[in-house]
Structures are given as C-alpha cells and as structure tokens.
C-alpha cells in the first residue's frame, strides 16, 4: 500500500507519499523533497539486460512506494520513451578517450526530455486518478520551456503557459515551443527581458488564492520524479560500458547548471552503482566548481556563456546534496540555507570522496569541439564540451570516463560555425520546425496582462 515516505529536507512536513511529492514539486517547508530512504541494491545482475524502458520501470518502482502499479508503470515508462528516436533511447557513442552518452535523442533534441517526457505523463497519470486539473506556468530563457511543452502537449487536464522574451531567444528555441499546436499549450512573448517573465511569475505565484482558484503548478527543475528519471541512464550507460571494456567501475562527466542531473548520478551512486568518480563540468559560471574546491558556496555574477543553459550561479538542487552532505540532518540544512539567504555565501565542513570539479572557458570549450570534430569525427555541443574538455583532466587508468552529451549539436549552430568553421550541425528535426507554421500570444510584460490571459484561457475551458 502507499507509504508516506517522502520527506522535506528542511525537516518541516511531516512525511508524504511519491503521489503527493510529484504534485507538491517544491515541499510546503520551502525545501525539497526527498525519499526517506535510497534503497541500496546488493545485486545489479538482474538488471543488466533490461531494455531502456524496462529499466526505469525496475528503478522507480523501487521509489513508487506501492503507489503505481506495475502494469501502470509499464505503460508510463513505455510511453514515455516511445518519442525518442533512437531504439536504445540513450546510447553511448566512443569518441577519443571519452563514451559520450547521447542524452539527446528525444523530441527537443536536449536531456531534459528524459525527464519531462515522462514527467508529463505521470502527471496526466495521477490527475485521472486523484481527479482534478493542473495548470503550468513557466517563465523560460529557451531551454526548459520546449521540454516542459513537449512533455505536457495534448495531455488531458493538463495547460501550460511558458513566457518567453520576445525576441530574445534563439530562433531555434523559439520555434522548439511556438510550433506546437495543441490547444493545451500556450505560448506567451512577453514585451521585456527573461527577468520580467521570472517577476511576473513570482508575483502570480505568491497569489495564494489565485495558485489556488486555477490550480496552478511550476515548471521547474526541483520535482522529484525529474531527479528520478534521470537516475535510470547512470545505471543503463555503466552496463553498456562494462560489456564493453570489461571494468569494475566507470566515472561520469556531467555538463552542470542546476545540480540536477549530477545529483541523480549521485543518487545511483547512493544506489550502488558501479562509479568510482562524478566529475562536475561547469562553464564560467563556476559557483559549483568553487564550493568543490574551497567548502565555500558563495553567489557569483551570471555570465552569458556558449552554453547557456548552465548560466546559472545558485543551483536549485544543490539543497538535496547538502542534505546527504550534513549527515541528513535537516536542521542544519535549514540553518545554512537560511544563512546563504542572508549573506550569498557559506561554507561547508568537510570533503566528498565521490565529487571532482572543474570548469571551461570560451577557448576551451570552442577547442574542444574543433578537436573532437577533426580527430575522432565526432561533434559536441557547447554543453557537452565543457563536460568532454573538463573531464579530459580527470581520465584514470582501467575506469572508462562516460561523458553526458546533454544536447544535440543542432541546436547550437552559431557555436559549432565558430568552433568548426562550417555550418556542419544539422537535424532533420530542426530543419523541419523551421518550415512549420506557429503560434504565440504577444503580451506586455505586465503581471495584470499575464493574469487575465491565464484566467480567460482557464475559464474557456
Ligand atoms: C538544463 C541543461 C543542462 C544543465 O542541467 P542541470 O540539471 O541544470 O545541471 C546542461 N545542458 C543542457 C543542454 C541543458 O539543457
């Protein structure tokens, strides 16, 4: 039966069930959620031959809590992975010194499909079940509004409004959300900066009432069951390098913006999974980097990079690492979190056997994908570079170093032109959706203007 076995890492709920934890994303308390317990598994034998989907089922059944039913996780992570078109869903691909694992094979060409692909049908799942509608807000710079509108598109009880900078994401990105035409999906180009849309959300979202009244949810990176899909290719990417080279172990390179990904790969570390090390690669936005090697994590100038979507100085998943890091002690979290929100900056005892870190610069990062190209025939994305180059310092005797390549080249041509020189990143997918007709709502960057629209949507079913 259900157990209520999720818990905040502030320590101020009492503990809820996986259900309730998808539906709540950010705990009441104002910190995030986690399970109880992470189960640590004595055996992986029985794993190692599982397809993609069939793994995922394996591994968050064992986080579900009885919640879902076997036949019903079966047809989720079924579904959910069914939209990637490769037939291994994320395969690894030998390049150099380096396994890159594709994560990017999914529907807008980036990791975070593995996430929201089936986040959008759990959420579809429990709205059936528990009854009720959702409606999704988001504020986006580009990256995260086309997963979260892919994941969501004509599912039932669900709407998702995504406010984007008018004219100030990329072409790309901007056809990624506006060329999806489901009635449930409504794209909002704010007359303003990403930081207005990021206002007008808070504003909208410390409405109680109004939160309440239309049943408004965040699209954001903190869910739960986001951390937990992505757990599954940690597992699924050592397997498929241990057939092949025959190691004990395997260490991850991961590409960093909001802690997010590494700390799934933490989690299957936590699990037991074959990982001697996680190498955290971040772009100059090195708050991570810094708290690494120093214990001091302290908030820094957003710089914009190649890579955008690590532009990012204060990592909301981090507060889940802490949680393991202060010995599961939610007071002292709450105590430091507190003291980070007052003064920006804080530091933490201790060291991490698990974690390395390192960070790109421009030079590097470009480098790196002049060099893959040409030596090994291989093309990275800019995200994916900062992981290859920053890893390339950490490569170890008999443990193969698996790289996460967390977007397509496709998506970054401006980047790949610089660096190769050529215009050589292509995707069918991309060339498509720029022929596609697409649809948007002009707004004033005004909290008023976004509130009637949302409410006169809503209303009219
Ligand atoms: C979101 C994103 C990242 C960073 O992932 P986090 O979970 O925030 O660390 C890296 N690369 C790409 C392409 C992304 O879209």
Known sequence: MHSHNYISTRGSIEPITFEDAVMMGLADDGGLLLPAEIPRLSSLKSWRQLSYPELAMAIIRLFADGGLSDGELQRLTADSYRTFSHSQTAPVHKAGPLYILELF????????????????NLFEHLLRKRGGELNLLGATSGDTGSAAIHGVRGKDNIRIFVMHPKGRVSLIQEKQMTTVLDENVHNLAIEGSFDDGQRILKNLFSDLDFKRRYSLGAVNSVNWARVLAQVVYYFYAAFRVQEETACDKVQFAVPTGNFGDIFAG?????????????????????????????????????????????????????????????????????????????????????????????????????????????????????????????????????????CLATAHPAKFPDAIRQAVGEDIAKHPLIEEILHLPSQCHDLPAEEDAVRDYVERRIQNG
């Open 105 to 120: 094979h999914g529907p807008t060409l980036a990791f975070k499909d593995i996430a929201l692909q089936f986040l959008g």
């Open 266 to 402: 933490y989690v299957a570390f936590r699990m037991g999974a074959p990982i001697e090390k996680l190498i955290l690669a971040c772009n100059e936005n090195d708050i991570l980097y810094r708290f690494f090697s120093t214990g001091v994590y302290s908030k820094g100038e957003v710089k914009a990079t190649l890579s955008p979507a690590m532009d990012i100085q204060v990592a909301s998943n981090f507060e889940r690492y802490l949680y393991y890091r202060l010995a599961e002690n939610p007071e002292a979290v709450r105590t430091l979190m507190e003291e980070f929100a007052k003064t920006g900056s804080v530091k933490i005892p201790g060291e991490d056997p698990v974690f390395v870190a390192g960070t790109m610069d421009r030079e590097g990062t470009l480098s790196a994908i002049g060099r893959y190209y040409r030596q090994f025939g291989y093309l990275l994305d800019p995200h994916t570079a900062v992981g290859a180059s920053v890893a390339e310092g950490h490569l170890r005797e008999n443990v193969p170093t698996i």
